[in-house]
Structures are given as structure tokens and as C-alpha cells.
């Protein structure tokens, strides 16, 4: 994309991307996957930034209502644009992404229309998909309870059959059997997906998923016996108070007995439960593939609290010469290059490894589908572990952006307060990060024991199987330049998972019982549980580089991101790699060595390399991050839209500020 198409005039930039020494296109290829990604995400972002209706530059300025509208006119439009455009799915996507708003769709898009998919019969999908694919209907998911949401099992809603009318009766029958949560449920949706205790022949059967009108197709009012609202306010100006996340109660309302998801169990008309062949934990699916896709979101949001913090650095100079020469531009301070430049590195590696997960996914979705379940729990412990570690990393690296860019980063108009208000609750909807951490440990103390019955892993967790090795290896560094060597680095990174892995096993057989033992050394095995993902990002980045990548010195850069990667984990988690016995305390300074020396080959590709996520100023919405580095300009700018601004004696005065300072003249000339 041409710089003016950016918006920009004069590049204040141009110096720092003179200094790139790769070729940023090659990069935006290897970024977004091919050059067919590139194009069509380039078509999307730039329709979406020329439309008027999508602007959001006074989006944290609304009343929460005027915010709700807001969304309601960009969703009605977004479908009507992609209808007239015939815009594909990946399309459609990227559009939704652009626009950059939470609401009701992607509840819709994302766990409605997948929960039909993956849980319901042929006949099922072909009734309610077809509504849904329309948009005749609008559905949300809707399984979290004001009393619980970790604990699915502990959810209170019944669905009783009634054989008499062939219907089962959906009923909160208490205060915390409320639903509470779902996006859309509030104020929009139609129709859900209602998790709920099935109960049939006296017998309470767990729960299962339900589909239910909400709401009027002709007026929009709730159907008899629901009641529903918004739960409130959320976090933050803007962000994610575009969404109308609901609370619902139901009061005995009946649904024939076939809007039952039936793929997994059926109810006969005699009120028989039959379970299917599939296992039951595909009633968890839809989650495993919202997981899959939260990881391509937290690589997204990171990259442009990135791109923003990198750009302003560049611009931002303090303090300089005492000979009064020029001041220093604020990225080169090593200290902000060693806060800043491993955020660079996390997120090229985690955009990578979503990519893999992302076929991982697809690869267990074709297995299940020829009746091949063996590959579940890996998938379920790869969705739930990466999105734990990326999304925790990401909400935390966006904080510290926020600091890296001083007070302005403080700014609603620097972008930052909003992108971390938005993406703070990844860390905690689809599962909890530390509630999904402990099921990764379940399942690697699973494989430990396997492994200790001669059972050889597969997968992700192939290495265990080189446990006498890895058990009592050192590392074979030496000098700083040791640490360049991707087989060195992934052998400590192996080591550390594997160890930490079996030093909580045989912790827990020393437990009175597994149960006690898991739940004492709970902390213990969620670092753990880090550890083995932290192994799966950097070998996927590792593996990558091995693929062919185009472009004048784009493999070189990435190399050195890798290298970032894993060495600034060594020095974060060196008490890790001290106590497992992985590394010395000289090697873990030959790795801080390195990657001192790899920031400072970064620094001239800082700038290129944040223009290689190809994002458009409307997409990253910072008078921090525009392409043209006119932040000055854009703040001041920016600062005169406040509604506060709009008259130059504030509301307010002739009631509560000039009776006070008459007041205390008054008082003063007494
Ligand atoms: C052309 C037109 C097209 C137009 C297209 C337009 C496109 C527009 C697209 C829009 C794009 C939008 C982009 C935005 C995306 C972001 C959207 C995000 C929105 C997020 C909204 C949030 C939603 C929610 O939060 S929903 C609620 C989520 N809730 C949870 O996650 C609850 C967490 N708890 C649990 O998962 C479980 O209860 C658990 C796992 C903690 C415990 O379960 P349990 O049953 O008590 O189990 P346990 O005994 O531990 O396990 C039993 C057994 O089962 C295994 N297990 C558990 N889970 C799974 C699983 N998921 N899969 C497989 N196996 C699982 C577990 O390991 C145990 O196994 P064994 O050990 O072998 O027994
Ligand atoms: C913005 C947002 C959107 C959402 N959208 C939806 C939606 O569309 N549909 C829907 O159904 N739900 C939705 N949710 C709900 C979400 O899925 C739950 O909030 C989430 O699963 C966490 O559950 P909880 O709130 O019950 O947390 P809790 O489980 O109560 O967590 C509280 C604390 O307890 C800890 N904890 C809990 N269990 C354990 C354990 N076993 N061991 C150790 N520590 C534990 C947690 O780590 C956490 O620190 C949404 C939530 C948010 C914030």
C-alpha cells in the first residue's frame, strides 16, 4: 500500500525506514501467510477505512447507548456491503475485523452458527444454519451462569422433558441459575444456544445444549416466560461496551423436544437419553475452536500496541547531548529496546504458531469427521494452552506499551486504553488462562505417566519421549554466539518443560491421593504447563524459518526475532532453567549477552518491521502510530473533538464553579 493511501504527507519516518535491511514486502508475505492473504487484506482494511460509516475516531467519546447504536448501524452495514459486494468468507471476516467493534455478529459468526455445526444432526443444520447463514435469525451462545462459568458442570438451568407434549421445559430455578454474559444476548439476539441439565425419566443426564427463541421475529420483545437484559457497563471507555452482553431467567418455557443439539445424545419421543458414538467431550468443540481462533486475535492486538509503541519511540526523543546537539529519539534507550523489542519478537512468534494451530485444527476437525478422536486431547490442551499464554502475554505487553509510551500513551487518542480494555477479558472468556493451564497439566502429567509405561508421545509432546536425554543433558553453550544455534535453544526449552513436568508428577504420587496432590501443587503445575507451551511457540517459529521464505533479508530478520523470542524467555524464566539444572548461571548470562546484541541488530528494522503487520491508520486508530509519524500534529488535533471542548466555558460554571470563586473573593477581600 503507497504511503498516501495511509493518509500520510510528509513521512516523518522516511529516515528509520531507509535503515530496513529487508525487503517489507516479503515480510507482509510472510506475516499474513501468501500473497493472496496480503492482497485481500489490504482490499478489506482500505474499504473498510473509506467508508464513513466505520469511523470510530470519536468511538470513546459516546454515551454507552449512542456506542450500542453505533454498533447496531456498522453490523447493518457490514452485512448489507457484503451481501452487495458477494464478498467470500475470508472476506466477510476480515471486514468484521477492520471494522474493529465488538458486537452481536461475532457471537453470531463465531459460537452460534459453530455450536449448530458441531452439535447438531444433519437435519438440524440444515433447519437453523440456513436461517442463521441469512441472518433471519441472530444467535449467541449462551452456556456462563452468574454462578458459575469455569465449572460448566455446575451449571443449574434444567431442560426437563415432558413426554406428555413431546416439549422440554427450560427453567432457571435459581438467583445464580441466570445466564450472564453472552455477547448479544442483552439486546439482540433472536435465538441461543442455551446450555442447560438435561433431566428425562426422573434422571438428571448433565448438560447439553439447547436451541431457543429469545425474542420476537416481528417486534423484537422477548417470548413469554424470558426475561433478559444488559448486564452493565464494562471496563473502559468504548471497548468492549459496544457488546451487550445479557443476563436471561427462564420461567418454565417450553421447546419441542427436537431443538435438543441431538449429534452427541439424543432424547427418544418416549423420553429414552441414548448417547451416541462421539465422545461427550465434543460438547466442549465449540470452544476449542473459539480458543483456536483468540490466539490469531491476541497475535493481532499485540502487534499494534507494537506497531504504535515502535513508531512513537522512534519520534519521541528526551534529553540529549550536553554539547546541546540533538536529543535522543526514545528507542534508542537500551532499557526501552529490552522492554519493547521482545513484545516485537512475541508477536511474529505468536502469529506463527496461530497459523499452525489454526491447522492443527482443521487437521483434527477432518479426523473427527471420518470418526477419528485420538488426536482430541492434544487439541484441546494446544487451544487451551496457547490461548492462555498468548492472550496473558498480550493484555500484559499492551500495559506496559501504554508506560513505553509515556503520558500520551495514557491518552484514549494514543489507541492503547481501548485496545487493552478490549482484550484484558480474553484472558478470561473461553476459559479461564489458569482454569485452561491446569487442564494442559492434566493432560502432561497424563503423558508423563505414559511415557513412564513405555507408551512412546506423539505430537506436541514427542520430546518426553526423549526423556533419558533430556533428563540429564547440559547445555552445550559456550559463548555468546552458542546461542544462535536453534538446536541448542530448543533442547533447553525441552528440558525446562520436561523436567518441571516430571518433578510435579512424582511430587503428586507423594500425595495421599492424585487429587490432593494435583490440587497442593496446583501452582507448580501451571508453571509447568507454561513451560511446555512456551516449548510449542518457540519450535513452531523455529520451524518456520526452516519453510522457504521469499524476500531480500526477511529470514534473516526473522531469525533474530527468534532469537529474541527464546533467549528473552531464558532471561525472564531463568530461575526455570537454573533450578531444572538446563542451564548455568554463565550460560544465562551468555544468553542476556546475545540478546543485548540482537536488540541493537534490530533497531534499524525496528520501524519496517511494524509496517510489515500493514496496518492503516484507521485499523490502528493512534495519533501514536500513524504511518507518517505526525503524532505531534495528531494529538493536538485529536485533543480539540473532546466534547468537553466544544464550548470554551464548561457546562457546569454558572452553577457550581463562578459561585465559588465568587464566594472565596468575597471572603479574601473581607
Ligand atoms: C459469507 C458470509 C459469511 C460472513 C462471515 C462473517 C464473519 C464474521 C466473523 C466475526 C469475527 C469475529 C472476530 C472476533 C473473535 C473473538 C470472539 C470472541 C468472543 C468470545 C466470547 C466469549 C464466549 C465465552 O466465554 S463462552 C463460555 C466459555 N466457557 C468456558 O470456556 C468454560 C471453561 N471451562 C471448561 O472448558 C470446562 O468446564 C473445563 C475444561 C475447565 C472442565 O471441564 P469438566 O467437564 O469439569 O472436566 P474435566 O473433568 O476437567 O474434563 C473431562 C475430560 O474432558 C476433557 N476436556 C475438557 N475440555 C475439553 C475440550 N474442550 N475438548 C476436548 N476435551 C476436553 C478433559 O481433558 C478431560 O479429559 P480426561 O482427562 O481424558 O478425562
Ligand atoms: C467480555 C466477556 C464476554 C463473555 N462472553 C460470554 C459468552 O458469550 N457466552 C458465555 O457463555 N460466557 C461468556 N463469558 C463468560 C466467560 O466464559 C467466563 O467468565 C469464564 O469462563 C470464566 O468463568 P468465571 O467468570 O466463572 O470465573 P471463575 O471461575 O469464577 O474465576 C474466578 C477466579 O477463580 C479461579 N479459579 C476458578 N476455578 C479454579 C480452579 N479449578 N483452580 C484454580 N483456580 C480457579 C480463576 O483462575 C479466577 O481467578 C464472557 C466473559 C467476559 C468477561
Not at 312 to 336: D, H, M
Not at 338 to 363: C, E, H, I, N
Not at 536 to 558: A, N, P, R, S, W
Request: with cysteine.
Amino acid at each position: 500500500m503507497a504511503a498516501a493511501d495511509w493518509g500520510g504527507k510528509a513521512d516523518h519516518l522516511a529516515g528509520e525506514r531507509a535503515t530496513a535491511q529487508f525487503d517489507v514486502d516479503g515480510m507482509k508475505v510472510a506475516w499474513a501467510g501468501s500473497r493472496h492473504a496480503v492482497e485481500v487484506a489490504d482490499r478489506m482494511a482500505c474499504l473498510v477505512a473509506s467508508d464513513p460509516v466505520f469511523r470510530k475516531d470519536t468511538r470513546t467519546m459516546l454515551s454507552r447507548k449512542e456506542l450500542f447504536k453505533d454498533t447496531l448501524k456498522k453490523a447493518a452495514h457490514a452485512w448489507k456491503r457484503t451481501v452487495e459486494l458477494h464478498l467470500t468468507e475470508e472476506e466477510a471476516n476480515l471486514l468484521r475485523l477492520y471494522i474493529d467493534q465488538p458486537g452481536y455478529v461475532d457471537l453470531h459468526w463465531v459460537m452460534f452458527v459453530p455450536a449448530i455445526k458441531g452439535q447438531g444432526t444433519e437435519e438440524q443444520q440444515k433447519k437453523w444454519l440456513t436461517m442463521a447463514y441469512k441472518f433471519q435469525i441472530i444467535g449467541t451462545y449462551a452456556q456462563t451462569e452468574l454462578g458459575h462459568g469455569s465449572n460448566v458442570q455446575g451449571l443449574e438451568t434444567t431442560a426437563t422433558f415432558d413426554p406428555s407434549t413431546d416439549e422440554f421445559i427450560m427453567h432457571s430455578p435459581t438467583l445464580t441459575s441466570s445466564k450472564w454474559w453472552p455477547g448479544g444476548l442483552g439486546k439482540t439476539s433472536t435465538h441461543a444456544v442455551v446450555y442447560a441439565r438435561l433431566i428425562t425419566e426422573g434422571k438428571d443426564y448433565g448438560i447439553h445444549g439447547f436451541i431457543m427463541q429469545l425474542r420476537s421475529l416481528d417486534d423484537h420483545s422477548p417470548l413469554p416466560g424470558i426475561t433478559i437484559g444488559d448486564i452493565g457497563g464494562k471496563f473502559g471507555s468504548g471497548a468492549y461496551n459496544s457488546m451487550d452482553n445479557g443476563v436471561m431467567r427462564l420461567d418454565h418455557v417450553r421447546i419441542p423436544r427436537d431443538q435438543m443439539l441431538m449429534r452427541l445424545a439424543q432424547v427418544t419421543r418416549e423420553g429414552k437419553y441414548v448417547h451416541s458414538d462421539v465422545p461427550k467431550q465434543l460438547l466442549y468443540g465449540t470452544m476449542v475452536y473459539v480458543r483456536q481462533t483468540i490466539v490469531a486475535d491476541a497475535s493481532r492486538a499485540l502487534s499494534r500496541a507494537v506497531c504504535i509503541a515502535v513508531r512513537y519511540g522512534a519520534i519521541r526523543k528526551q534529553f540529549g547531548s550536553k554539547a546541546g546537539g540533538p536529543e535522543t529519539q526514545v528507542l534508542n534507550y537500551k532499557t526501552q529496546q529490552s522492554r519493547l523489542f521482545p513484545f516485537l519478537a512475541s508477536a511474529y512468534a505468536f502469529r506463527f504458531v496461530g497459523q499452525w494451530l489454526k491447522w492443527l485444527y482443521t487437521d483434527v476437525t477432518q479426523k473427527l469427521e471420518s470418526k477419528d478422536f485420538s488426536t482430541l486431547p492434544e487439541a484441546h490442551a494446544c487451544t487451551a494452552g496457547l490461548k492462555s499464554v498468548t492472550t496473558s502475554a498480550t493484555a500484559d505487553a499492551i500495559e506496559e506499551c501504554q508506560k513505553l509510551c509515556g503520558g500520551h500513551g495514557y491518552l484514549n487518542s494514543s489507541g492503547l486504553p481501548e485496545l487493552f480494555a478490549v482484550n484484558l477479558p480474553a484472558c478470561t472468556y473461553e476459559g479461564d488462562n489458569v482454569v485452561l493451564l491446569l487442564q494442559v497439566a492434566r493432560f502432561l502429567m497424563k503423558t508423563v505417566s505414559q511415557v513412564a509405561s513405555g507408551k512412546q508421545p506423539v505430537g506436541t509432546t514427542a520430546y518426553m519421549g526423549n526423556i533419558q536425554h533430556l533428563m540429564q543433558c547440559k547445555s552445550v553453550v559456550n559463548t555468546v554466539e552458542d546461542w544462535l544455534n536453534p538446536a541448542a535453544i530448543k533442547e533447553v526449552f525441552e528440558a525446562r518443560a520436561l523436567r518441571m513436568a516430571v518433578n510435579c508428577a512424582q511430587n503428586i504420587s507423594k500425595a495421599p491421593s492424585q487429587e490432593e496432590g494435583f490440587s497442593e501443587l496446583s501452582p507448580d503445575l501451571v508453571e509447568a504447563a507454561v513451560a511446555h507451551v512456551q516449548l510449542i511457540i518457540v519450535t513452531k517459529f523455529i520451524e518456520k524459518l526452516q519453510e522457504d521464505i521469499l524476500g531480500h533479508g526477511v529470514k534473516e530478520q526473522l531469525q533474530k526475532l527468534c532469537g529474541i523470542y527464546a533467549l528473552h524467555l531464558i532471561h525472564k524464566h531463568l530461575g526455570d532453567f537454573l533450578s531444572t539444572g538446563c542451564v548455568t548461571a554463565r550460560q544465562g548470562s551468555l544468553a542476556n549477552e546475545r540478546l543485548g546484541k540482537l536488540y541493537a541488530q534490530v533497531r534499524p528494522n525496528a520501524v519496517a518491521l511494524v509496517d510489515a503487520f500493514d496496518y492503516t491508520d484507521h485499523y490502528l486508530g493512534s495519533a501514536l502510530g500513524r504511518y507518517d509519524g505526525d503524532v505531534y500534529s495528531a494529538l493536538y488535533k485529536e485533543a480539540w473533538k473532546d466534547p468537553l471542548n466544544e464550548t470554551v466555558v464548561p457546562d457546569g460554571y454558572q452553577e457550581h464553579l463562578r459561585p465559588l470563586l465568587k464566594q472565596q473573593l468575597k471572603l479574601s477581600r473581607l
